[in-house]
């Protein structure tokens, strides 16, 4: 039987010690590639979500975690975040705000958009699994760069979780 006195203290090391698993970093060229991309052409994309949903609903993004290490030369490539996470997003809210209704729900219930990449989460193409609506919060977990033609897909998983919670 472990005593109290030892049980902490290999508590106390594991906690302490280095993770088992190293987590990729994002270098230079990762960090370099991302800024100008939110400098040159992500201001587009956030004015399009906000122009699809009617209102200029906060988007937050988690740059640091869409920038996946060694991709940093595709992110100009409209392939690579908006044709695969920002504009089908746009179309999603554009279809859910056709009509007044549409526009009135969005604006009473969305107050955040998140988008993120989770690798250990994020579908490989069923594009529902990446999406959760809780606290008013759209959370949009997806892949950059996969599955680029599926962008349809994409749009229909944002109209279904919208409709579904507005």
């Excluded at 008013?136 to 109209?159: I, T």
């Amino acid at each position: 039987m472990i005593s109290r006195r030892t049980a902490l203290a290999a508590a106390a090391t594991f906690l302490s010690a280095p993770a088992l698993r190293a987590e990729p970093t994002v270098g230079l060229a990762e960090r370099r590639a991302i800024a100008a991309y939110r400098e040159s052409r992500y201001p587009a994309q956030e004015k399009a979500i906000q122009e699809a949903a009617g209102f200029p609903v906060p988007v937050e993004v988690a740059w640091d975690q869409l920038t996946i290490p060694g991709d940093a030369k595709y992110y100009s490539d409209e392939g690579y975040f908006e044709k695969t996470i920002f504009e089908p997003l746009a179309a999603g809210l554009k279809d859910v705000t056709k009509d007044q209704m549409g526009r009135e729900a969005l604006r009473a219930k969305l107050k955040s958009i998140r988008i993120r990449f989770d690798e250990k989460t994020a579908p490989a193409s069923n594009y529902p699994n990446g999406l959760t609506f809780a606290g008013n919060v759209l959370d949009v977990n997806w892949r950059p760069f996969s599955n680029v033609a599926d962008f349809k897909d994409r749009v229909a998983a944002v109209v279904q979780i919208l409709e579904k919670n507005l």
